[in-house]
């Protein structure tokens, strides 16, 4: 069983639509990160979150911490082709020694 | 560009036998993870080192060893490997800051078992 649960596990819309991808825990974070992989690289990290119901926008993208550190969401508005790829959270437990990650959103965007 | 670069990129091996992945982590960073990736999955977390020492590790059997080297570069020993080892295998340094911990990955190491 994965610690982090993200959902949907696998996406395709139309270039300018808006999507929601979800990352449910049970856990506590003290942090949550979110990751895009293209295929046969390692992920790059887009966020981090750190305090609970915090807000951050990257240009068209929206992330969202949980107020109780448990969960969080990535919201892209009007997207667009370039955002194709697999959309990993992580979330780092209290001593820092691991990072569980979930096992990703598969986002394809159509033109 | 992270500044993590592993090496090889891409490796085959058979059955059984033993392989060695470098990582070199990113200036200043003295704490390195190593995950697998299968494919269609999210990173399994496999150790972690700090200064040299393992701080934590996932659900691997004894056979995933590793080293951290006090340039802070590192490597992922796999012995007696088997076929479910094959994957794309990532490592990440990261920097731990009042901010959290924020990790940089390299590119990967795509290993083949046959």
């Known amino acids: 069983t994965q610690l982090l649960e993200q959902s949907p596990q696998f996406l395709s819309i139309q270039e300018g639509e808006n999507l929601t991808v979800y990352c449910n825990s049970s856990?506590?974070?003290?942090?949550l990160q979110w990751y895009r992989q293209e295929p046969g690289e390692g992920p790059v990290l887009l966020v981090t979150v750190v305090t609970g119901g915090e807000v951050k926008k990257l240009k068209r993208l929206t992330f969202q911490f949980g107020d109780a550190r448990k969960d969080s969401s990535l919201h892209i508005t009007a997207a667009q082709p370039g955002d194709t790829g697999l959309y990993l959270c992580a979330g780092a437990v209290y001593n820092f020694n691991k990072f569980y990650f979930g096992s990703g959103t598969k986002l394809n965007v159509k033109p | 560009e992270t500044g993590v670069t592993q090496s090889p990129t891409h490796l085959i091996k058979t059955r059984g036998q033993q392989v060695t992945l470098r990582c070199s982590s990113q200036s200043g960073h003295n704490t390195v993870s190593w995950y697998q990736q299968a494919l269609g999955q999210g990173p399994q977390f496999i150790f972690q080192y700090y200064r040299e020492e393992e701080n934590g590790r996932g659900n691997f059997p004894p056979r995933f060893s590793g080293l951290q080297f006090p340039n802070y570069s590192s490597e992922l020993n796999v012995n007696a490997l088997e076929l479910d080892d094959s994957a794309l295998y990532l490592c990440?340094?990261?920097?731990?800051?009042?901010?959290?911990?924020?990790?940089?990955f390299g590119p990967g190491t795509r290993l083949l078992v046959l």
């Open positions: 990440a340094s990261s920097l731990v800051t009042s901010g959290g911990e924020t990790q940089y």
């Open positions: 856990s506590v974070f003290s942090s």
